[in-house]
């Protein structure tokens, strides 16, 4: 792949344009130099908005928020022997039901007996922390015991071992615990019999999150073990619950250390592909490794689920009868006890059913029949119908196949041997899929163990049925308890990695069964997922900021401000697939830590200065309580550029009244408040440009000024619907435009770079730059979400056009820093295009700031039409890393030709490139030729079966910002040079 090198240092210098403001009344002296400092790495994330209350002391603001961004790498091609892009290419990915069970192999045969076979059973649990519960609760009700009875079944039994995932769960319980037990848990680790995976501190999600947040919860998890419980620290990784798979994470992994790692969540047909041709064990490979120094071994679980009940082997119907864990689904195959309890238990079970049936006579008398079509052809099935009847008339013993698992006739050992050779079967024809001749067996599910019985049935049983294995010779299986690590130690020492093939690629769109494609989260709540960027990048602000400061007792804040902005990266988290509770509860915790960020920035700041009062600081926007009033008056405000180098930004501040003022030395412009259609007639913003050093913070004064030309002018389109006051508008130079007016376009913008709206519908239809043009037909669209939930994007019909019959409203200002159009919708949406009027990175492309309230059901679609020939094909970003192209697919349908957008997307032709950066996640795609679409927000009516029991109600009105980067291809260098 190629990439015009001036795309590279364009989108880099957006990505990390990061200003924090500070609006400062000194009353020791007015600082008149920078305060400059070195740098030790860059900033990612995105920028705020907002205006800040007058007062005595400074006052801490934010400017507005940018996009999201960093420069990602693009995927070029490697020598992997198996590239996901490939197999999507060639699979036919005809309907399927996606279940991997038997019907799934229908020609697979067993692993011979005549070929050894290594089972390790290995006891897990898969605690999220937060979902149908928050996380406090699960912890308190489910996690506090699950852990507790673990380990007193692993202290218990010399020869259990179990492993667990989340440290942000597994902290609490460790401060919970005297000395004797923690010195417990680290000899088990020293021993092998516990193990710690992934060791983040969540398993996060892996298609919405940034690169930046996944290394910050990783670092989190391994920090706190390396503090508290070192003996643990991880060699293998976890990932069975993200609704999809990113090679940043296994790429992440290997910059950890981690050897090995197990997925789980991979598209059925793909999965079904990767089993049949036993290539479930592989080398995961980055995408521009060419020589395979980015491989970590990984292993693909081959059935549809984690759950004990589907892990055992291709038939879900004998693995649920051996799941000990559930009583209700629950195993038939109790084999310890004496063979009188089994007895006592099976007459009682078939005696109920007895006088059920009797319940429906009178007569005090019913009769059973025993017996079916052609019954009795075996000898062996008037035996058993004749000896276990005898004995309870447990169940029908003609049948094995469907049959009875309450055997009974006999001593127990007959019972656990048809057990052991009945679940032995199912691993050996799992074993089938694999080359490696080992496979382990996840023994758990959800929140297991949160009883004791859960461990004492599992060990019990399970110790019996691996004693009558391991002591027949001719069964050929070693079976043990066993860890993650375990099976990657084994493989790895019987087994080259080079014998492993590599593969390369990532493993989005998931789907379960049928069409059901799970790209309805890339979406779904919005609002938290900007919260959540939002936060993202103060915690990194304020880190760097921090780092100069080193005050001791602020350091608790800033690591609870880490450990949150970890704690939403859990795949219900950031994916919006939380119940409404769990959701605010979430939202609750992200607002504490940004408060508890700018504290510490507020902290640095006047030591830093040298100020005798602490800055006060206004809340942004997507607080709905306590909203600061703007600046008022004069003043001196300080920029905080967080960036290691020089950088020429724009800033806009909220100023009480609509007199003039003037920020010295400096271009600047006075413009009505007019963010997002809503005018504050009590206000102004004074928008103004600032050349900042590497990581410095930087005064510039504000007073008062008599020249009127720095008022931008205003237009208004279509103003009768403009609902703000005409003697206000009056002062703004105010020039309208009736609606009978001959107006092809207004035109934002310079000659070099500009862009075109429409006059009546609002919205883009061009923009240009540096002499290339693309034109745009802009639309809003709504998809049909009637079969859609939290999870799933299943659109039905058509989608609608949104807007088609409004007139919006249409205020344009223009000065010297910047020109702005906002439309306002009287439903649903308002956009604000914006072009900075500036030399450098800030001037380059087209802002498109929206906010959305979307008040229908529906999946709600920014879509870009454009004459751009790009063979719908679209390429989206891996967390804000890695760039992968995708081609659409007829076969895929359109939720399957969705993918995950992080940060960004783009599409081009030969001669041009049109990109799309983003505050948030969305989801994305090109479903037309020339087309790019940006899911926006959702809303659905129903549940999509996928466990939440819950459907996505409206969201909150959420502010974001999409920026439009055009770029001309014609000249072009290898990206890798």
Known sequence: MQMRKHSRLAIGAICFCFIFVVTAYPKRQEPDTNVEFVDRRDIEGSGLDGSVNGSDGFLVVQNEKEPTCLEPMLATSNNADIQVSTLIEELSFELENGVHDKSSFPDLEPLPYSEPLRVFLVPHTHCDPGWLETYQWYYEHKVRWILTWLYLKAVETPDFKYMYAEVSFFSLWWEEQEDDIKEGMKQLALEGRFEFVQGGWVQTDEANTHYFAMFNEMFDGHQWLIENFPEAIPRSGWAIDPFGLSPVMAYVNKLFGLTGMHIQRVHYSIKNHLARTRNLDFRWRQSWDKTGITDIHTHLGPFSSYSLRETCGPDPKVCAAFNYLDRWHGSDKIVKGKEERVAVDSAL???????????????????????????????????????????????????????????????????????????????????????????????????????????????????????????????????????????????????????????????????????????????????????????????????????????????????????????????????????????????????????????????????????????????????????????????????????????????????????????????????????????????????????????????????????????????????????????????????????????????????????????????????????????????????????????????????????????????????????????????????????????????????????????????????????????????TDLNGHTLQEHRYKDKLYTQGNYFPMPTMAFIQDPSRRLTILSTEPHGAASLFEGSIEVMLDRKTPSDDGRGLQRTLPGNLATPGKLRLLLERRSQVVNYTE
């Open 349 to 875: 079970e078939i005696l109920r059913q007895w006088r059920l049936k009797a319940a429906l006579h009178k007569t005090g008398a019913v009769f059973i029949e025993l017996g079916n079509d052609f019954s009795y052809s075996l000898k062996e099935d008037t035996d058993n119908i004749y000896d276990n009847y005898k004995v309870c008339a447990a169940f029908n013993y003609l049948d094995r196949w469907h049959g009875s698992d309450k055997i009974v006739k006999g001593k127990e050992e007959r019972v656990a041997v048809d057990s052991a050779l009945e679940i032995l079967r199912q691993w050996r024809l799992k074993a089938a899929l694999h080359k490696t001749g080992a496979v382990f067996i996840e023994l758990g599910n959800d929140f297991s163990y949160s009883l004791k019985e859960d461990t004492d049935n599992i060990y019990d049983n399970y110790k019996i049925i691996m004693d009558i294995i391991n002591n027949d010779p001719a069964l050929n299986t070693n079976v043990s308890w066993g860890v993650l690590s375990d099976y990657f130690d084994w493989v790895r020492d019987n087994h080259p990695p080079s014998t492993l093939p590599s593969l390369s690629g990532d493993f989005f769109t998931y789907a379960d069964r049928l069409a059901d494609y799970w790209s309805g989260y890339y979406t779904s709540r919005p609002f938290y997922k900007n919260l959540d960027r939002v936060l993202e990048t103060m915690l990194r602000r304020t880190e760097i900021l921090y780092s100069f400061y080193r005050n001791e007792s602020l350091h608790s804040i800033l690591t609870d401000a880490r450990q949150t902005l970890s704690l939403f990266q859990h795949h219900d988290g950031i994916t919006g697939t939380a119940r409404e509770h769990v959701v605010a509860d979430y939202g609750g915790r992200l607002l504490n830590a940004w408060d508890g960020c700018r504290y510490i920035l507020a902290s640095a700041t006047k030591h830093l200065l040298s100020l005798d009062t602490l800055p006060t600081t206004y809340r942004h926007r997507f607080d709905d309580y306590e909203k600061d009033s703007p600046l008022n008056g004069t003043g001196t405000l300080v920029i905080y550029n967080s960036l290691p180098r020089d950088f020429l930004s724009v800033h806009s501040v909220a100023v009480e009244g609509t007199e003039l003022l003037e920020i010295r030395d400096t271009v600047y412009q006075i413009e009505p408040n007019y963010d997002y259609g809503q005018l504050d007639r009590n206000s102004s913003k004074i928008v103004f440009t600032k050349h900042t050093s590497p990581v410095s913070l930087t005064p510039v004064s504000l007073v008062e000024a008599y020249d009127a030309a720095a008022r931008a002018r205003v237009e208004t389109y279509n103003h009768d619907n403009i609902s703000l006051d005409e003697d206000q508008l009056t002062e703004w130079n105010r020039v309208d435009h009736p609606p009978d007016e001959e107006c092809n376009a207004i035109n934002i913008g310079t000659e070099r770079v500009g862009a075109a709206i429409d006059c009546h519908s609002g919205q883009l239809l061009s923009v240009w730059r540096d002499g290339t043009i693309v034109d745009i037909n802009q639309t809003i669209v709504l998809y049909d979400a009637a079969r859609s939930g939290a999870y799933l994007f299943r659109p039905i019909g058509e989608e609608v056009l949104l807007g088609e019959k409004d007139r919006p409203s249409i205020v344009v200002m223009r000065g010297p820093v910047r020109h702005r159009a906002i439309v306002r919708f009287d439903k649903y949406i308002t956009i604000s295009y914006t072009i900075n009027m500036v030399e450098g990175p800030e001037g380059e492309y087209v802002d498109v700031e929206l906010l959305t309230t979307l008040d229908t059901f529906g999946d709600m679609v920014m879509r870009f039409q454009t004459d751009i020939q790009n063979k719908r094909t679209i390429f």
